[in-house]
């Protein structure tokens, strides 16, 4: 098992920043595959951002490239992602997920274990 809590999420003008936090603990961080997904209303929970468990070359979604950066702290088990130059179109609630596959590129369906999820408002 991997427990998984968010952190970070709030209110924010457009063109503001936030900075979230997974911070992880139950089986080695290490070893997973992370990611970071959102989910609006009405809408799939769609993938932002993953990383494999070296936290080399991040993938992003194109809609958040150039603006979100996803860094992951094996020594501490937390996961981050920077937000910068927000829009109202990235409102969501934001939730953070492992997985045991090395791959990451996988849709929501693939992830093992979850957050509780942290909301992100973002004013225009």
């Known amino acids: 098992q991997v427990q998984l809590v968010e952190s970070g999420g709030g209110l924010v003008q457009a063109g503001g920043s936030l900075r979230l936090s997974c911070a992880a603990s139950g089986r080695i961080f290490s070893r997973y595959t992370m990611g970071w997904f959102r989910q609006a209303p009405g809408k799939e929970r769609e993938l932002v951002a993953a990383?494999?468990?070296?936290?080399?070359?991040?993938n992003y979604v194109d809609s958040v490239k150039g603006r979100f950066t996803l860094f992951r702290d094996n020594a501490r088990n937390t996961m981050y992602l920077q937000m910068n130059s927000l829009k109202p179109e990235d409102t969501a609630v934001y939730y953070c997920a492992a997985t045991i596959d090395s791959s990451t590129l996988l849709p929501a369906r693939n992830y093992d274990y979850w957050g509780q999820g942290t909301q992100v408002t973002v004013s225009s």
């Open positions: 990383v494999s468990w070296s936290g080399l070359r991040p």
